[in-house]
Every structure is written in C-alpha cells, then in structure tokens.
C-alpha cells in the first residue's frame, strides 16, 4: 500500500554506515597520529572489538620464520582472553600464509558449518571461537601479521561493511606500524650518526694543541646554556594553553607561542610591555583593572584566579580560566609571576546549553489531560469523550461515533501495529491493550497518543463485546524523550571533548563518571576507575588534606583549587588541581593535570639559579653601554682582569679609552660601526689592554646590541675574557714547530711514521706510511708524495722476508721499543740499516740514517687533519638531512589534503637537493595521467602534464637514474634538447599503488651522488605514505556525507546546508527554492521485483537528479524513496518549473534490472520557497511536505505549489 506516511522511515544500514564511517575516519586519525607501536596496537583492537561489537578482537604477529604471537587483545568478557597463552597452528600455516600474502581476507560465519581441516576446526574449537574474521596487515607491501575478530557465543554473519571496516583500520594500521618504524630508524640512524661525530670530535680534539682544547670547553659551555635556553623555549611554545613569566611590576618577560597565534601577535608586540596592556585586554578598562588587581594580589603573596574575557583575532572573544601564581626565590622574595590560562569559552557554551536544556525539559513535564472512548464492536460504534476530541483540537459535534473516525486518523504507519496490539489483547496474551501511536489532528498536525484499553465484556464465544480505553497525549513525553537523548548527546560530546579532568562522584568516595582524560594521564582504563574509591589513588602524604576537601563537600561547601597527587598506572604520581562543587549527594569536578607546569617552575627557577651561578663563577668580564645617554658599566670581573680594584676604575668610556690600546681601539669603533649597521652579522675580535702593572693583557671581546621599536641601537652588552696566557703559549708553540722543523731538515738520520691498517677482526695486516723525511726518501729511493699513503708490505715486500713486520707488529701491540741493526738488499735497496722502531699511536715511527723532513711530516698530519674535517662536515651533512626528513615528516602529518602537503614540504625539500630544480607529480583519479601540484629551483625542464608511461621510472615502477653516460634513457616527459647533467624520477608508491612521481633533476655534476639518490628515495616514501593517507582521509570524510545507495548528499549534510543556505538567503535578501520528491508506489517495486530492483530505481532517480542540477544546487536523499533539492535564487515560480522539468524527466525514465524491464516510474513533488512559507528549515520542509501530500492525495504523477 502506498501512502504518504510511508515516505519516512530510512534503512538502518545507511545510518550505521554513516555512523561506522565516522568511527573510522576518528579512529584511522588516532592511529596515525600516534607513533607508539603499543599504543597504535591497542587503539586498534578496541576499536574493531568496539565497531564490530565482537567478543574478540586481536592482533597476531609473524616472526621471520613465520610462526608468531598475540600482541595485543581486546575482549568483551575477561572469559575471552588468550593473549599470553601459545597459540600454534600447523594446518592454518601451511594452508593460508601465502593466501594472506595476496591480501586475501578469510570470512568464517560459522566454524560448525565451514569447509575446514579437522586439525584447524579443532585449533579453533580450542579457543571457542564459533565465527572467525581475519584480514591481513601489510607494512612496506610484506605480510606484518593479522587483524582478527572472533565470536564465541554464538555463529555470526560478517557484513561487508563490516569487513570493509577491519579492512580499512588493517591499511591504517599497516602505515602506523610502517612510519613508526621508520621513525625507530631514523632515530637509529641520528643516534649513529651522532656517534660518529663525537667519535671523530674526540680525534680531532686530541690531534689540537691546549688552545683549541680550552676553546672548544667554552663552546661546550655556551652550547650547553643555548640548548637550555632552547629546551624552555621547545616546552613553551609546545603548550596549548596560555603560560607566562612576570616581572613583579607587570612586565611580560616571557609566553609560549599558542596566546600569540590566536591573537594574531609578534614577541616584539607584548614581550617588554606591561600585561595588563596587551591586546588580550585592550577592548575593556574593566578587563586590564581586573587584570592589574591580579597582579597586586599575586603581589601580596596569593595564588590568584578568575574567569576573563580575552580579545582573540577578527574581534571575536575567548573566555579564559585565568590564574596567575607568585614565584620566589631561596630567600622567600617573590621573583617573578606565572600567569596561566586555558579556554574555557566551549564549556561556559556547554553550561548554558544545559541549563537552556532544563529548562525544556520542566516545561515539557507541565500536567496533561487524558481522553476516554468506549467501542462496541458488534455495532462498530465508539463513545468519544469531549476530552477524546478536544486532545485533537475538535468540538464536541464534529467527531461521529463511528470507528472509522478514529482509524483514519491513526498514522498509517501505526495503524496495522495498533490493530496487531488489539488481537494480542483479545487473544488474552496481554491483560491489556497499550499502543503508542500517531493520531492526525484538526489543523493536519500529528500527536503522540498513549492509548490503553480493555476488554469488559465477552460473547460466549469468546469474542469481544465492548472495549473501554483512555487516550493519553504523550507528544510533550516524545519530544522530551528526544530532547533528552539530544542533551545526553551534547553532555558526552562534552565529556569527550574537555581538555581537562571531569569527574562525578558519589557520597561513597566513588567514581560515578569519567571523560577520557582521565584515561590520557593516569593510564588507566575508564572501566577500572569507574565505580572505584577515589582515595585508593591518592598519594599517602595527600589523604588528610583530602579527607579534609570531602568534610567541606559533605557540608555542600564547594572547594577550589585543591591539589594533590594521584597514582598512575605505571606506579607514578601526577599532580591534579580540583574545583569541586557538591549537588545532592554527588560531587561535580573539574581537574586539571598541572604536574607539567610545577615541573616546568622548578626548571626555570633550576635554570635562573644556574645561570646566576654560571655568571659568578666565569672569568668573563662584562660591559653594559647605553648607546643613547653613552653611559657605560664594567662588570666587578673585567676591572679585576686588568688588576684595578672596583672603585679604581670609573664606569666611563674615558676610562677604557685609557687603557686600551690605540690601534686596537679605531677597530673596535669601525667594528662597532660596521656591526650596528649590519654590514657584518658578529662583533667578535682580541683587542689589547695595558694592565694596571705594566704588562699588556689580550682579551677576547665578543658584543651583541638590542635595538629599540624602530630598529634603532639602544644598547650594547660585551664580554671579556682573557687569553694572555693562550697567546703567550701560541707565539711558544711557532717557535716550538720551527725548531722540531730545523732538527727534522738538518738530520742526518732518516724518519718515517707509519699507522697500523687491521681487517675487521683488528689484526693488524699492514702500515700505511705516514711520513718520510728527506734523508728517508734519498735511502729508499723513492720520493715522498709517492710514499705516503701507500702500504709498507705492497710497495717494500721485503720487510716482512728480513722480519721487519713482524717486529714493528710487536712494538704497536706491546709499545716496547725495536732495535735491528741488518742489511736489507730488496726493493731496488742494497744497504745496511741501523734502525730504531718506537710504539706512535696505533702505529710506529722509526728513525734510521736520513729519514724525510719535519715539513713534510707536518703537511702530512695537515692533510689527515683535513681528511678528518670533511668526513665529519659529511657526517654533519647527514645529520642535517634527517632532522629535515623528521621535520617533513610532522608537517606531513599535520596537513589535511595531498596539495597542502606538497605545497608546505616545497622549501624544506629544496634544502635537501641543492643546486636542483625538481616536483612532485600526482596521478590523477583516471591513472590516466600525472600533473604536477608543486615545484621548486629554477625553471623545471619536465612537462608539468604528461601520461604515466612517458615515464621510464613510472613504467618500470622503481627508481630510473639517467646520467650523461645514459641521455638516450631520458624519459619523453623531458625534453631531450634540454641542458641537463642528471635526471632521477621515483615513483611514490604506497599499498602496491602508484600515487605519484618525485622528479629531480640538475644542470651541476656531482649533484646527485648516490647517497643524494638514497635520500631521495626515503622522501618519496614518506611523501608516498602520506599522499594514500590523506586520500583515505578525504575518501572517509566524503562516505560521510553522502547516501552510498544514490550518491546524493545525506540527510545530515542537507540539514546542514539548509540551514547556512537560508541564512545566506536572508543575508543577500534573495528567495530559495526547495523541492520534496516521493516516488509513487515505490512499495510495488519492492514487492513486485524485490528491494535490489528497488535500489536500482533510487540509483537512476538519484543519477538524473546529479545529472539536472546547477552547480549551486544541492541534491540530497531525505529517507526512503523521498529526495530533497535545494535551489538558491530560486522564487517560487522559478522552483515550480524546476518541480514539473524533473517529474516529466522521471516519466521518461525506463529502469532495466538484471535485463528485467521495471516499468514506468512515476514521481511525486511537493514546492516550497523561502521567504514565502517560512524561515526556517523545520517550516520550508514542513510546507514542501504538505505540499507533496497533496499532489499524492490529488493522484500522484504531479508537482503540487501551495500557494
């Protein structure tokens, strides 16, 4: 039968599907985002236990030789659990490791039922497993492990938007679990790298005479203070809340970066500057008062807090829980002041909704009246009583007593379900006859009617006689029912969403609820605190004050700002700050976990203590010149450095013109000059003093300068620190060098140094010649630059025959000394040799008749020193080059679409490559071609549109180097005219699919060695990684608005829109049209040739409306067989026209299913405009509703316009 009334209801599974499609989406964000293997594992078995509400749910991992283990499970029932237990099945290994390889998923409905091996069906059995759901997980394209869901109570029948599902977060999980491992490895490869440095650091320091020794212990020093400096600064800027440093007077010394982001603000405008005068609290005299109160009470010793509003960019407002707390030093001296804040404007938002609820919700409870009726079913008349007919707004005269008068009025949707109560009733199976159901009133509206009755009569037969009964208006109930549910709804949301701790608790000193907070920093699971003591938690020291805080709650006084510490699941203790208000016998709290932030005061006031110690305990000497007024201060340190006590030397710049010496002070003034107005980027020079007693001190002078507002230098700090001593010992140590330099030319001795060469157990197969001086050379008869380098036994075999290697071995191992005196007639050298070997590192030196010269030597080590210099500028170069690969990293997984990501990462990639012009190419949707979304260096040579096989790289799906070696292999996307040294394309692969190309490409040689080749693989990836995540995103986000049956937009997005099309409407003063759409005796097609062919004729009615819309209109699935367009600019007229184009359209339409003609199809329209028949979403669909019920009433096939 087909009624308007049947247009409403909608298919369960579009709803879950939107609702699972959500899920998914908040689910695949939380695994990604995280990079803890534990954490990504155990978000993901709760989240499929939770989805597919199974009984198990767990994640299996292979070994290398393909046994493996449970790492982690989530059960419904504590009775499901098997993790820890072994789990080993032959037959499952030998039948179905390679089907899972493939990435086939393996569907158990039912074990009992299923085709499988006896030894597998009893394998399962043995963990009661009745239904079986496994889909494989992949990382880097290798079987990982599997993604399992298990049923034991009874068989299941896995839907496959259900496998879809598992399927989906097995993808997420593959890529979490592929980019935390290559996070471990690009850890691994820094820590590496960083041992490297330090290892060859400590060589070239121990090669360094005391003055590169004590220079480098400085910068140790200074390195040390800036990663501290920078450490407080990581933690500030990292804070998603408000924190600050005060001066005691106001002054805002220091804020993290989140205030000045949100405000639209620079350092440079608030750091400096009184805080009550920031542009926080600039819109209000009020604001900056209460802010400067604040500070006069923290002031006085007191913790201080309040709510406030704080001006944010565009003019909008934020409601901040503002607090701010005195520091002070050993002494007891308040220091500084620590203002704080968090926004708290979505839960001032949410408290008022709620009360707003509250109020719904007593008006709603207001009293009703109840209506009596008394049928005779032998007559089939009914006695309405004047309350009957006044619920539904009739007089006493207009209703009959004839039933029908109450069945056509009853929804027809409720009807036959009123009609099934009735015979249960008579059939004696209830005592009563109770139905709730919809009963059409006077004006059109519908009401919700409780309606109770009995049987008091019976015919000897056993049939009814007469049937009295009470109708009840229970609409007020139903929408309070909703409204509830729609307030509970806001209440978890909220829950879900508050940053800080919510809590209800009983009188009993349980938990009662909990938000997920609570789980994020104690670590517990919300099951194990729920219902448990608060007390068990808290901190032994803390239970009295405690116990205290509750006597106040149990006497309704509410308590603030309460702190004590509560025990984490790992056995630490995190500090909670509470705001309790006590409401019956429930206690309502708001924590805030602030372990963080007293961790981050006892580090600064760490920090400042430490500095202050470091000033006091440096040799340094300091001077503070005021540019402006020429006023100048030297430090108690400096003057003692150049002998004079504090008050012998004035703090004046005649004073320093006096001791310093002339030349060097014009150099200082042109540096000084040349520093201020940014010709050169340091002042750093060693000028010269004449001390107190005569002598002449070197200082090391390095300055900074600050400028004022307008750029201008205002003022100059220097440091001083005396290197006489180290001058004195280098102009000693070139004296040194030119006398070991004389003996070494002048010796009649021959000299020559070798290291020792070992293989990789450290045996030692050879030496390497170090140096040799001139007499050396003349004996070997071979020169010099031939000899170095070269190996002792490949150029000299005949020391290892006469026994030579075999000493010089002894005296590297043992360090005793080798003494021979022989003749040695090999190698072209007929001579006798007096030799002695010495142990020289981990090598020897040996002197004989005239050995090579102290030059020589020296331009050797020179050259080793060197060799040393470029392996570690190498080394630093890697390290560079994957700090940039992390920070890519987080931006790409911090970007929302596949072009924001290729656009952000452009500059930081372009540093990896220099000398490189290259781009990131994406295939489109079709696969058919590849376009480029961004490029960097100068002008690319590739086309920036091409099909994927110009594309050798792309064709052959790997790597494809193309040098000058191999021009004619260029691909054909890049012209072959074009001036190129190299050319590297990479496929960006993620899944076993090709989502893109990284092209690079460059006119310099040498700019893409093999190591730049290797990087460029990793960054295409990570890129590729990220692109296959960003389109999941975006596939998951369009499931989410749209009907999967029809492709039109579902009814939440037409809510949505409706609403922002209206006000947009009322905005521009311009009509909007809105079309309802039923398609007539849809319930036939279903009977007739089953729900497929159904769907089928929504599927093409839903393609013509896709097809015969504007590009600003919106077609969107109401539910069921009803359709909604929305039409802006459209009047009434014009939206009637667009009615009839569409119903004729629908007419003609011929729906063909499995061959199977379906027949004509017909339609129904119902027309409303803005601003004619209302103003709001409820009454436009409301008049379009009636307006179709009347073209169905009226005979279907037409478009009906009120007018």
């Given at each position: 039968m087909d009624t308007h009334g049947?247009?409403?209801?909608?298919?369960?599974?579009?709803?879950?599907?939107?609702?699972?499609a959500h899920r998914i989406a908040d689910i695949a964000l939380q695994i990604r985002q995280s990079l803890d293997l534990s954490t990504i594992w155990q978000t993901t078995v709760d989240a499929v236990q939770q989805v597919l509400d199974c009984d198990r749910a767990l994640l299996y991992q292979f070994a290398a030789d393909k046994s493996g283990q449970v790492v982690v499970e989530a059960v419904a029932d504590p009775q499901w659990s098997i993790l820890g237990q072994t789990v080993h099945d032959v037959c499952f290994e030998a039948s179905w490791l390679e089907p899972y390889d493939e990435r086939q998923v393996r569907v158990i409905v039912d074990v009992a039922t299923a085709n499988l091996t006896p030894c597998h069906a009893e394998f399962l059995a043995g963990f009661q497993v009745r239904a079986n759901l496994v889909v494989p997980v992949l990382c880097e394209s290798r079987l990982w492990g599997l993604l399992m869901a298990h049923h034991c109570a009874a068989p299941r029948n896995w839907s496959s938007e259900e496998i879809a599902s598992v399927q989906q977060l097995a993808v997420q999980v593959g890529i979490a679990i592929q980019q935390a491992n290559l996070v471990a490895q690009l850890q691994a490869a820094k820590a590496d790298l960083e041992a490297q440095v330090a290892t060859r650091t400590a060589a070239l320091e121990q090669a360094n005479q005391q003055l590169a020794a004590e220079i480098a212990d400085r910068k140790a020093i200074t390195a040390d203070l800036q990663q501290r400096e920078g450490f407080l600064r990581q933690v500030l800027d990292s804070l998603f809340t408000f924190v600050g440093v005060l001066t005691p007077d106001g002054t805002l010394v220091e804020a993290n970066q989140a205030p000045l982001d949100l405000a639209g603000l620079t350092r440079e405008d608030v750091v400096g500057k009184p805080f009550a005068e920031a542009y926080w609290w600039a819109y209000s005299t009020v604001a900056q008062d209460r802010i400067r109160a604040a500070i006069a009470q923290a002031n006085q010793g007191q913790a201080v807090r309040l709510d406030i509003e704080a001006q944010v960019r565009g003019g909008h407002f934020l409601t901040i829980d503002f607090s701010l707390n005195p520091l002070r030093d050993v002494t007891g001296r308040i220091t500084h002041l620590i203002p704080s804040g968090v926004d708290i404007t979505q839960r001032k938002q949410a408290e008022a909704n709620l009360r707003a609820s509250e109020a719904r919700w007593q008006f709603a409870l207001e009293g009703s009246g109840d209506g009596v009726w008394d049928w005779n079913t032998q007559t089939n008349t009914v006695f309405f009583s004047r309350q009957w007919k006044a619920m539904l707004g009739y007089g006493e005269d207009e209703v009959s007593n004839s039933l029908d008068e109450w069945s056509s009025r009853v929804h027809p949707d409720d009807l036959e379900q009123c009609y099934a109560d009735l015979q249960r009733h008579f059939s004696g199976e209830t005592p009563l006859y109770q139905n709730e159901h919809r009963v059409r009133c006077k004006d059109g509206s519908y009401k919700w009617i409780l309606d109770r009755g009995k049987v008091i009569e019976w015919a000897e037969s056993g049939e009814p006689l007469r049937v009295i009964g009470t109708h009840s208006d229970v609409s007020n109930r139903k929408q309070i029912e909703l409204d509830l549910k729609a307030t509970n709804e806001e209440l978890d949301q909220f829950f879900s969403v508050a940053l800080d701790l919510l809590c209800i608790a009983d009188a009993d000193g349980c938990f009662r609820r909990l938000n997920q907070q609570w789980q994020q920093t104690l670590g517990y699971s919300l099951a194990e605190l729920e219902g448990a003591r608060f007390l068990d938690y808290v901190h032994p020291e803390d239970l009295s004050a405690t116990l205290e805080g509750l006597g106040h709650l149990a006497n309704q006084q509410a308590v603030n700002q309460f702190t004590n510490r509560y025990r984490c699941q790992d056995g630490s203790y995190r500090w909670i700050e509470w705001h309790s208000v006590p409401v019956g016998n429930l206690i309502y709290a708001a924590a805030r976990d602030i372990t963080n932030r007293r961790q981050a005061e006892l580090d600064l006031k760490q920090a400042k203590e430490q500095l202050d110690l470091v000033l006091q305990a440096s040799s340094e000497g300091f001077s503070d010149w005021n540019v402006l007024t020429n006023e100048i201060y030297f430090s108690p340190q400096f003057k003692q450095m150049l002998g004079y006590a504090e008050h012998e030397f004035e703090?004046?710049?005649?004073?320093?013109?006096?001791?310093?010496?002339?030349?060097?002070?014009?150099?200082?003034?042109?540096?000084?000059?040349?520093?201020?107005?940014?010709?050169?980027?340091?002042?750093?020079?060693?000028?010269?003093?004449?001390?107190?007693?005569?002598?002449?001190?070197?200082?090391?002078?390095?300055?900074?300068?600050?400028?004022?507002?307008?750029?201008?230098?205002?003022?100059?700090?220097?440091?001083?620190?005396?290197?006489?001593?180290?001058?004195?010992?280098?102009?000693?140590?070139?004296?040194?060098?030119?006398?070991?330099?004389?003996?070494?030319?002048?010796?009649?001795d021959g000299i020559m140094a070798f290291r020792s060469v070992r293989d990789d157990e450290g045996t030692i197969v050879d030496f390497e010649w170090l140096l040799s001086n001139p007499t050396a050379c003349e004996l070997v008869g071979r020169t010099e630059a031939y000899l170095v380098g070269q190996r002792l036994l490949e150029e000299m075999p005949g020391n290892r025959e006469e026994g030579l290697f075999d000493g010089y071995v002894h005296t590297v191992e043992t360090g005793e000394p080798y003494h021979r005196e022989f003749h040695y007639s090999h190698d072209g050298i007929e001579s006798w040799f007096e030799t002695i070997a010495v142990k020289l590192g981990d090598g020897f030196a040996v002197t004989f008749r005239n050995v090579t010269t102290l030059k020589q030597s020296e331009q050797k080590l020179q050259q080793v020193n060197q060799q040393l210099e470029d392996r570690v500028a190498d080394l630093d170069q890697r390290h560079a080059e994957m700090l940039i690969l992390s920070e890519i990293s987080d931006f790409l997984q911090a970007c929302s679409t596949?072009?924001?990501?290729?656009?952000?990462?452009?500059?930081?990639?372009?540093?990896?490559?220099?000398?490189?012009a290259g781009g990131i190419f994406i295939t489109r949707a079709s696969h058919n071609r590849l376009e480029m979304v961004s490029g960097w260096g100068d002008a690319l040579p590739s086309k920036t549109d091409f099909e994927p096989h110009h594309c050798w790289g792309l064709r052959r799906g790997r790597m494809h180097y193309v040098g000058q070696d191999r021009l004619s292999l260029r691909c054909h996307h890049i012209p072959a005219d074009a001036a190129l040294e190299t050319t590297l394309c990479i496929p960006m692969m993620a899944q076993g699919e090709t989502l893109g190309l990284l092209h690079l490409s460059t006119a310099t040689p040498g700019s893409l060695p093999e190591p730049k080749q290797q990087l460029a693989r990793t960054l295409a990836e990570q890129v590729g990684m990220a692109i296959a995540n960003l389109k999941l995103q975006e596939t998951l986000r369009h499931q989410s608005i749209r009907d999967p049956l029809t492709g039109l937009y579902n009814r939440r997005y037409l809510e949505e829109m409706l609403t922002q099309e209206i006000v947009r409407a009322q905005r521009k003063q311009h009509a909007l049209g809105v079309i309802l759409l039923d398609i007539d005796h849809f319930k036939q097609f279903n009977d007739t040739f089953g729900h497929d062919a159904g769907d089928c004729v929504l599927q093409q009615v839903g393609t013509l409306l896709r097809e015969n819309v504007r590009n600003s209109d919106i077609a969107c699935r109401y539910g069921g067989e009803e359709m909604i367009l929305i039409l802006p600019e459209a009047n009434l007229a014009e939206t009637s026209d667009r009615a009839e184009m569409l119903r004729v359209a629908i007419s003609q339409l011929c729906p063909h299913h499995h061959g199977q003609s379906l027949g004509t199809i017909t339609a129904s329209l119902g027309v409303a405009a803005f601003p004619h028949h209302g103003h709001t979403v409820e009454a436009l669909i409301k008049i379009a509703d009636e307006a179709l019920y009347q073209a169905k009433t009226a005979g279907r096939n037409q478009v009906f316009s009120p007018a």
């Amino acid at each position: 039968m087909d009624t308007h009334g049947s247009r409403r209801p909608t298919r369960p599974f579009h709803i879950n599907h939107a609702i699972g499609a959500h899920r998914i989406a908040d689910i695949a964000l939380q695994i990604r985002q995280s990079l803890d293997l534990s954490t990504i594992w155990q978000t993901t078995v709760d989240a499929v236990q939770q989805v597919l509400d199974c009984d198990r749910a767990l994640l299996y991992q292979f070994a290398a030789d393909k046994s493996g283990q449970v790492v982690v499970e989530a059960v419904a029932d504590p009775q499901w659990s098997i993790l820890g237990q072994t789990v080993h099945d032959v037959c499952f290994e030998a039948s179905w490791l390679e089907p899972y390889d493939e990435r086939q998923v393996r569907v158990i409905v039912d074990v009992a039922t299923a085709n499988l091996t006896p030894c597998h069906a009893e394998f399962l059995a043995g963990f009661q497993v009745r239904a079986n759901l496994v889909v494989p997980v992949l990382c880097e394209s290798r079987l990982w492990g599997l993604l399992m869901a298990h049923h034991c109570a009874a068989p299941r029948n896995w839907s496959s938007e259900e496998i879809a599902s598992v399927q989906q977060l097995a993808v997420q999980v593959g890529i979490a679990i592929q980019q935390a491992n290559l996070v471990a490895q690009l850890q691994a490869a820094k820590a590496d790298l960083e041992a490297q440095v330090a290892t060859r650091t400590a060589a070239l320091e121990q090669a360094n005479q005391q003055l590169a020794a004590e220079i480098a212990d400085r910068k140790a020093i200074t390195a040390d203070l800036q990663q501290r400096e920078g450490f407080l600064r990581q933690v500030l800027d990292s804070l998603f809340t408000f924190v600050g440093v005060l001066t005691p007077d106001g002054t805002l010394v220091e804020a993290n970066q989140a205030p000045l982001d949100l405000a639209g603000l620079t350092r440079e405008d608030v750091v400096g500057k009184p805080f009550a005068e920031a542009y926080w609290w600039a819109y209000s005299t009020v604001a900056q008062d209460r802010i400067r109160a604040a500070i006069a009470q923290a002031n006085q010793g007191q913790a201080v807090r309040l709510d406030i509003e704080a001006q944010v960019r565009g003019g909008h407002f934020l409601t901040i829980d503002f607090s701010l707390n005195p520091l002070r030093d050993v002494t007891g001296r308040i220091t500084h002041l620590i203002p704080s804040g968090v926004d708290i404007t979505q839960r001032k938002q949410a408290e008022a909704n709620l009360r707003a609820s509250e109020a719904r919700w007593q008006f709603a409870l207001e009293g009703s009246g109840d209506g009596v009726w008394d049928w005779n079913t032998q007559t089939n008349t009914v006695f309405f009583s004047r309350q009957w007919k006044a619920m539904l707004g009739y007089g006493e005269d207009e209703v009959s007593n004839s039933l029908d008068e109450w069945s056509s009025r009853v929804h027809p949707d409720d009807l036959e379900q009123c009609y099934a109560d009735l015979q249960r009733h008579f059939s004696g199976e209830t005592p009563l006859y109770q139905n709730e159901h919809r009963v059409r009133c006077k004006d059109g509206s519908y009401k919700w009617i409780l309606d109770r009755g009995k049987v008091i009569e019976w015919a000897e037969s056993g049939e009814p006689l007469r049937v009295i009964g009470t109708h009840s208006d229970v609409s007020n109930r139903k929408q309070i029912e909703l409204d509830l549910k729609a307030t509970n709804e806001e209440l978890d949301q909220f829950f879900s969403v508050a940053l800080d701790l919510l809590c209800i608790a009983d009188a009993d000193g349980c938990f009662r609820r909990l938000n997920q907070q609570w789980q994020q920093t104690l670590g517990y699971s919300l099951a194990e605190l729920e219902g448990a003591r608060f007390l068990d938690y808290v901190h032994p020291e803390d239970l009295s004050a405690t116990l205290e805080g509750l006597g106040h709650l149990a006497n309704q006084q509410a308590v603030n700002q309460f702190t004590n510490r509560y025990r984490c699941q790992d056995g630490s203790y995190r500090w909670i700050e509470w705001h309790s208000v006590p409401v019956g016998n429930l206690i309502y709290a708001a924590a805030r976990d602030i372990t963080n932030r007293r961790q981050a005061e006892l580090d600064l006031k760490q920090a400042k203590e430490q500095l202050d110690l470091v000033l006091q305990a440096s040799s340094e000497g300091f001077s503070d010149w005021n540019v402006l007024t020429n006023e100048i201060y030297f430090s108690p340190q400096f003057k003692q450095m150049l002998g004079y006590a504090e008050h012998e030397f004035e703090n004046s710049l005649a004073m320093w013109n006096s001791v310093i010496f002339e030349e060097d002070k014009e150099a200082a003034w042109k540096l000084v000059e040349d520093y201020n107005n940014g010709i050169v980027d340091n002042f750093s020079m060693v000028q010269r003093y004449h001390h107190k007693d005569g002598s002449i001190v070197h200082f090391l002078t390095n300055a900074i300068h600050l400028k004022d507002a307008e750029g201008q230098v205002v003022r100059m700090v220097g440091s001083y620190l005396d290197i006489t001593p180290i001058i004195t010992l280098q102009e000693a140590l070139k004296t040194s060098e030119m006398q070991l330099e004389s003996v070494l030319d002048s010796s009649l001795d021959g000299i020559m140094a070798f290291r020792s060469v070992r293989d990789d157990e450290g045996t030692i197969v050879d030496f390497e010649w170090l140096l040799s001086n001139p007499t050396a050379c003349e004996l070997v008869g071979r020169t010099e630059a031939y000899l170095v380098g070269q190996r002792l036994l490949e150029e000299m075999p005949g020391n290892r025959e006469e026994g030579l290697f075999d000493g010089y071995v002894h005296t590297v191992e043992t360090g005793e000394p080798y003494h021979r005196e022989f003749h040695y007639s090999h190698d072209g050298i007929e001579s006798w040799f007096e030799t002695i070997a010495v142990k020289l590192g981990d090598g020897f030196a040996v002197t004989f008749r005239n050995v090579t010269t102290l030059k020589q030597s020296e331009q050797k080590l020179q050259q080793v020193n060197q060799q040393l210099e470029d392996r570690v500028a190498d080394l630093d170069q890697r390290h560079a080059e994957m700090l940039i690969l992390s920070e890519i990293s987080d931006f790409l997984q911090a970007c929302s679409t596949v072009e924001e990501a290729c656009h952000t990462i452009t500059n930081l990639v372009a540093a990896l490559f220099p000398d490189c012009a290259g781009g990131i190419f994406i295939t489109r949707a079709s696969h058919n071609r590849l376009e480029m979304v961004s490029g960097w260096g100068d002008a690319l040579p590739s086309k920036t549109d091409f099909e994927p096989h110009h594309c050798w790289g792309l064709r052959r799906g790997r790597m494809h180097y193309v040098g000058q070696d191999r021009l004619s292999l260029r691909c054909h996307h890049i012209p072959a005219d074009a001036a190129l040294e190299t050319t590297l394309c990479i496929p960006m692969m993620a899944q076993g699919e090709t989502l893109g190309l990284l092209h690079l490409s460059t006119a310099t040689p040498g700019s893409l060695p093999e190591p730049k080749q290797q990087l460029a693989r990793t960054l295409a990836e990570q890129v590729g990684m990220a692109i296959a995540n960003l389109k999941l995103q975006e596939t998951l986000r369009h499931q989410s608005i749209r009907d999967p049956l029809t492709g039109l937009y579902n009814r939440r997005y037409l809510e949505e829109m409706l609403t922002q099309e209206i006000v947009r409407a009322q905005r521009k003063q311009h009509a909007l049209g809105v079309i309802l759409l039923d398609i007539d005796h849809f319930k036939q097609f279903n009977d007739t040739f089953g729900h497929d062919a159904g769907d089928c004729v929504l599927q093409q009615v839903g393609t013509l409306l896709r097809e015969n819309v504007r590009n600003s209109d919106i077609a969107c699935r109401y539910g069921g067989e009803e359709m909604i367009l929305i039409l802006p600019e459209a009047n009434l007229a014009e939206t009637s026209d667009r009615a009839e184009m569409l119903r004729v359209a629908i007419s003609q339409l011929c729906p063909h299913h499995h061959g199977q003609s379906l027949g004509t199809i017909t339609a129904s329209l119902g027309v409303a405009a803005f601003p004619h028949h209302g103003h709001t979403v409820e009454a436009l669909i409301k008049i379009a509703d009636e307006a179709l019920y009347q073209a169905k009433t009226a005979g279907r096939n037409q478009v009906f316009s009120p007018a």
